[in-house]
Each structure stands twice: as C-alpha cells, then as structure tokens.
Nanobody
Framework: QVQLVESGGGLVQAGGSLRLSCAAS????????MAWFRQAPGREREFVAA?????SSKAHADSRFTISKCNAKNTLYLQMNSLRPEDTAVYYC?????????????????WGQGTQVTVSS
C-alpha cells in the first residue's frame, strides 16, 4: 500500500500562486508514476500533471502548472501560477504502478484525500 497526503491548498486571489505538496509513504514508491488531478463541484475529475518517479518524463495539461518531486523526501509538488477562479477545485495526488504516464484517473491505484484550492476573483 501507498499512502498519499496532500497539503498546501487554500484561498488565493486571481493571479496568485500556490504550491501543493504530496507526501508519499508505505511500500516503496520508486516504481510509481505520480500525478495531480482536480475535481470541481459537479464536474468529473480531470488530469493536471504527471511525472515518472525518476523525473525523466513529465506531462502537463496546463503550462501555468509545474509538477516536480523530491525523491529524498518522497514528496511530490505542484507549483500553480497565474491562478484563475476556474482553477477552484479539490486537488488530488495519485500514484500508479509502472513508468508510463497516464491522464486517465481510472489508471491510478492510490489516491490522497485531496486539498481544497479556492481562487477568488
């Protein structure tokens, strides 16, 4: 099992920035793809970004957001810049076996509890 705990969400004004963190623990996470998804009320969960554990491959749905990680800390990050009210959502950290990036939430085995991001206009 892998445990994922997100932090760093909050209230920010439009145009501001936030950095989310996801602490991973449990079974070795060195063979996992890590990702961020988000879900706004009444909408499906959508892909934000993903990264292989080696960091050699990344994918982003939006160039305003940057995914990164610190292997020494087993921590995943999401730097979000130029935030807009439509970015308001619960942001989830996720992990899946293997080394292939994926944008489908159904492909991820492990999920954190989510952290709320609210962007005011």
């Amino acid at each position: 099992q892998v445990q994922l705990v997100e932090s760093g969400g909050g209230l920010v004004q439009a145009g501001g920035s936030l950095r989310l963190s996801c602490a991973a623990s449990g079974r070795t996470v060195r063979s996992y793809v890590m990702a961020w998804f988000r879900q706004a009320p009444g909408r499906e969960r959508e892909f934000v970004a993903a990264i292989t554990w080696s960091g050699s491959s990344k994918a982003h749905a939006d160039s305003r957001f940057t995914i990164s990680k610190c292997n020494a800390k087993n921590t995943l990050y999401l730097q979000m810049n130029s935030l807009r009210p439509e970015d308001t959502a619960v942001y989830y950290c996720a992990a899946r076996d293997g080394a292939v990036l994926a944008g489908d939430a159904a492909g991820y085995n492990y999920w954190g509890q989510g952290t709320q991001v609210t962007v005011s206009s």
